[in-house]
């Protein structure tokens, strides 16, 4: 149920090593859950752009699209990706739609173990069908336009990670085990001095 591909060469950068893991992947792929569980076997914290974002702007993301539109959301939700990046000992979790600007695409690929969240397309529609907090993802979205989106993304995903996680739910063991090796991979490369 895991795979285990590594899609960009380890390079080395810096003394320090990894002091971020950030969670990339579509919308209801479980970003967030992934994120807690590697941020308490790390001992790190757990910070998620889309909180952050509702807090600057005082409003829920539902509230940001319709008031004042996408595009001013992107804007914020770069600002807010940049700042999360400058926080050591952070497992990220960023929006399904982070990767669709090349400027975060950059900062992201830079900025530390790149984690893709996967999940297949049916349980992402499960998922995500009576989400009320996803703008772009309402009742209304047939399962084509969700697959369409997800096909935009799909490629920008691989390109910004260095590995990733199947998260179709079900057995927790084979998950947590993966979280685990994820985990060993950055504490090797914090010894090391080894970054991504
Ligand atoms: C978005 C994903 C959402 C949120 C916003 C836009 C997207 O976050 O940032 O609704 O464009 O894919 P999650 O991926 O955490 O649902």
Known sequence: MITSLTHRPVKKRTRKGVTSVILI???GAG??????VL????????RDSDAIIEKREKKT????????GESHFRTVESKVIKDLLK???????????????????ALIKKGGL????KANPDVICKRTKKSKSRPLLNGDTSKKEMLQLLKERENYYKQCSAISILNNGGAVLPRLKR?????QIVKKQRTNGHAL
């Open 25 to 27: 992947g579509f919308m």
């Open 31 to 36: 970003k967030s859950h992934c994120g807690k």
């Open 39 to 46: 941020a308490k076997e790390l001992g790190w914290r757990y």
């Open 61 to 68: 993301i539902r509230q940001i699209f319709k008031e004042k």
């Open 87 to 105: 926080k050591p000992y952070s497992v990220l979790s960023f929006g399904g739609g982070a990767v669709c600007r090349k400027v975060n695409r």
């Open 114 to 117: 790149v984690v893709w969240v």
């Open 179 to 183: 979280i685990r090796q994820i985990r």
